[in-house]
């Protein structure tokens, strides 16, 4: 791919003109990070926007006990840290790799000349915050509605997605579907085994394929 092109399929900056990409670009270092590597903390002042070219990313909250609950996985065409830099204010969440990632690091300075040359960018990020208040919303739903099996389930469908005809998930630890679900390690290991025995999933190179519909209970 062109240098000039790395952010042409990027969500947040769908359609802007290649002279508008070409300054984006300008303003941005392509960097690859290992993994487990820790991008940002809650708390940091915001001075960059990243943008995943490649690999995923947890968007986690933690205290000072060392318990962790992970908020969102992102995939590559997604961006973040965005908000915080239009609010002025501090991230309010940790972000870390999850595998080997590429991420496109765009300074504060560039970005808000691109937003202030290009209007259409800020309705897109309104279009964004929507989006993330209904998933929030939704989280909130699942985490107070329902049981530690449904809101395994519920991950499991989410994180889900096509690939050679079959759905499965990234690569998932249990530990990290516990983290997801706000619940244990050996509960989730008793869910994912009585699916695993009934057939509904199989595991594939630590990626968990969906067989079959979920049943609606456990």
């Given at each position: ?132 208040i209904r998933e929030m919303t939704d989280d909130i739903s ?19 997605t096509e690939c050679d005809g079959k759905l499965m998930t ?16 050996e509960m989730v290991s008793r869910i994912l085994k009585d ?24």
């Open positions: 791919m062109a240098q000039d092109d790395i952010h042409k399929d990027i969500e947040l900056f769908m359609g802007l003109p290649e002279e508008d990409r070409e300054l984006l670009t300008k303003h941005a270092t392509t960097r690859t990070f290992k993994k487990n590597t820790i991008l940002m903390t809650a708390g940091d002042q915001a001075d960059s926007l990243y943008v995943i070219l490649s690999g995923h990313v947890r968007i986690y909250l933690d205290d000072p006990q060392g318990r962790e609950i992970t908020l969102r996985t992102l995939s590559p065409g997604a961006a973040f840290g965005e908000l915080a830099m239009l609010s002025e204010g501090a991230r309010a969440a940790n972000v870390a790799t999850l595998e080997k990632c590429q991420l496109s690091v765009i300074s504060k300075d560039g970005f808000m000349k691109c937003l202030d040359q290009n209007p259409r960018i800020a309705l897109t990020i309104i279009q964004l915050l929507i989006q993330r699942t985490l107070a509605l329902l049981d530690v099996y449904g809101r395994v389930a519920k991950v499991l469908t989410r994180e889900a990234q690569p998932l630890t249990q530990q990290a579907i516990a983290n997801m679900v706000g619940s244990s390690r699916l695993r025995t009934g057939g509904y999933i199989s595991l594939a190179e630590k990626r968990i394929i969906l067989e079959k519909p979920l049943p609606a209970g456990w």
